[in-house]
C-alpha cells in the first residue's frame, strides 16, 4: 500500500501512541469485575477542568462492582475526585481515571468508587457475577473451540 507521507507520519504516530499506553497502562485499569451493560441516572457534583463547581445531573453506563462509565456535559480532570449520588440518594466517592470519549458536548469517563465500604458493594442496588464465575465458562468455552479448531486442521 502507497501511504503519502503524511498519512505514513499519521500511521506510525498511532503505533507509537498505541504502543505507549499499552506499557503505562496501570493496575487500575485491569477489568475487577463484570461490566453490566445497563444506564442508570446519577446526580454528579465536583470540581470540573475549569476548577468550577457543579452540581448536575448524568449518566451511569457499563456498570461494575468498582465504578462505571459516566456521561456529562462537562470536562472533567483525569485523576480528581467526583461525589457520584444513585437514585435513592446514597453518595459515594469516586475518583475520575480516564477519559473514554467526546462526541458531541458529551464526554464519557472511567469512574472507580474510593471508598472501600459496604455503601460502595451495593451502590448500583444489583449483584454482580464473581470474576471466579465468568472465568471458569468462558475458559471452558475458549479450551472446547481451540480443540474443535485442532480436530478440523487434523483431518483436512
Known amino acids: 500500500m502507497n501511504l503519502k507521507p503524511t498519512e505514513r507520519r499519521s500511521e506510525s504516530h498511532r503505533k507509537d501512541l498505541m504502543a505507549a499506553a499499552s506499557v503505562h497502562r496501570s493496575p487500575i485499569a485491569k477489568r475487577r469485575s463484570s461490566r453490566m451493560a445497563l444506564n442508570a441516572p446519577i446526580g454528579l457534583s465536583g470540581e470540573d477542568r475549569q476548577k468550577c463547581s457543579f452540581t448536575i445531573p448524568a449518566k451511569a453506563t457499563n456498570l ?57 458493594k451495593t451502590f448500583w442496588g444489583i449483584t454482580f457475577p464473581s470474576v471466579e464465575s465468568r472465568g471458569v465458562p468462558a475458559q471452558a468455552a475458549e479450551q472446547s473451540g481451540i480443540a474443535r479448531r485442532r480436530r478440523g486442521i487434523a483431518s483436512l
Open 64 to 120: 461494575n462492582k468498582h465504578g462505571a462509565a459516566i456521561q456529562l456535559n462537562r470536562e472533567l480532570l483525569v485523576g480528581s475526585t467526583v461525589v457520584v449520588r444513585n437514585k435513592s440518594g446514597t453518595q459515594v466517592s469516586a475518583r475520575v481515571v480516564a477519559q473514554l470519549a467526546a462526541l458531541q458536548g458529551v464526554n464519557t469517563y472511567a469512574i472507580e468508587f474510593a471508598e472501600p465500604d459496604d455503601r460502595v
